[in-house]
């Protein structure tokens, strides 16, 4: 096979961390805190509703770790990814975690656990995004290093990195390719895009987005290229925003494949998204993997990159850029001529950018 994309580009959770996202290990203190603030759960249904959520997903962890209290230090709490394993191994085994608890309880218990997940990443995309001159930065660094025939693959959810790539949502199906065919959010009509046969771009998702909904029924993905539209599921009212084409009942749900080590992809556009990931890395000359710590949950992940890595005879360039030097033993364990740069995105990018010296944001014109 000869290698025709320049660059392979792998996100991981680190490389939104410099614009306010949290790491794995946040998630499960941020979610304890805002259910003991009551604070969590708002805007998406009635107060009522909204304060018995909480409650009904307090008293399930309460349950789980009857030793926490509202003063417990959070950097103490386990990974939220412990947390999903115990219930998706209960719900996998028919073994309830706790006396008098149904698998039902479990099930929406882990259904409150993604809103969770996914209302904190989508606050912290919101007015809370932090840096946004090195964000700027970054995006055009992506569109420079990946346009034509290179690509970015990411396990991230949130969209801060591609929605400023976007630019007109009217021809976003033509310039880049998710790894599937989907449905446009804003056609009142049964509208499929296809993969452009050229794309500007390759954007692949391993793990879903918060601007995807999924019909369990017919399996499309609708995708909103203007902003996150995950939130929509959890609404309680239903209707066009949340309900699919083929079946006005059926309630699209938000596409994420949560943190936890009992989980497996079967769902087809995301299984076409792994195999043209894989392509991708078999094609690519360079990879540049940035904010990724080969998480041990991640065993998928890891056996694509080494099987990619060992499929031609001639191995990538590979750099990887992280904060702090954990990973870099099993990275040169994995890939022994890889360049490892531990200081972080934002040192290596200004570095890149502008030869030790922090880029500059475009400045803005005066409006008349």
Request: glycine share 8%.
């Amino acid at each position: 096979m000869k290698r025709r994309a320049k660059t392979a580009v792998f996100l991981g959770a680190g490389a939104s961390v410099p614009f306010g996202f949290p790491v794995t290990s946040g998630l499960l203190p941020m979610t304890m805190s805002g259910l003991a603030d009551r604070g969590l759960f708002e805007e998406l249904n009635t107060p009522t509703n909204e304060r018995n959520d909480m409650r009904e997903l307090l008293g399930y962890l309460r349950g789980l770790f009857p030793g926490w209290n509202p003063t417990f230090p959070g950097d103490k709490l386990p990974l939220i990814t412990e947390v999903l394993s115990l219930i998706d191994y209960s719900l996998a085994e028919a073994k309830p975690m706790q006396p008098g608890r149904t698998q039902e309880q479990s099930l929406r218990a882990r259904h409150l656990l993604v809103r969770a997940i996914s209302q904190i990443l989508w606050e912290a995309g919101g007015e809370k995004m932090k840096n946004r001159p090195l964000l700027r930065s970054f995006r055009n660094w992506v569109r420079g290093t990946c346009a034509h025939n290179g690509g970015v693959i990411t396990t991230n959810y949130d969209t801060c990195v591609e929605q400023g790539l976007f630019g007109k949502k009217k021809t976003v199906h033509e310039r880049f390719d998710f790894g599937f065919s989907w449905l446009d959010v804003y056609s009142e009509t049964r509208v499929v895009r296809p993969r452009p046969e050229s794309p500007s771009m390759r954007w692949f998702k391993l793990h879903g987005s918060l601007n995807w909904l999924r019909c369990p029924s017919c399996e499309h993905i609708y995708f909103n290229p203007c902003g996150n539209i995950g939130h929509q599921q959890f609404r309680r009212t239903l209707d066009g925003r949340n309900t699919c084409y083929c079946d006005k009942g059926a309630r699209l749900e938000v596409h994420l494949v949560a943190p936890s080590m009992y989980r497996t992809v079967r769902d087809s556009n995301l299984l076409e998204v792994w195999k043209n990931s894989m392509q991708l890395l078999l094609e690519a000359k360079e990879w540049i993997i940035i904010g990724y710590s080969l998480p041990t949950e991640d065993i998928a992940i890891r056996s694509m990159l080494v099987r990619a890595y060992h499929a031609e005879g001639k191995q990538p360039k590979i750099t990887v850029v992280q904060h702090g030097e954990d990973a870099k033993s099993f990275y040169r364990l994995l890939f022994p001529n890889c360049v490892y740069h531990g200081d972080g995105l934002e040192d290596w990018l200004t570095t890149r950018l502008a030869g030790g010296r922090p880029a500059r944001p475009k400045a803005k014109r005066a409006r008349r």
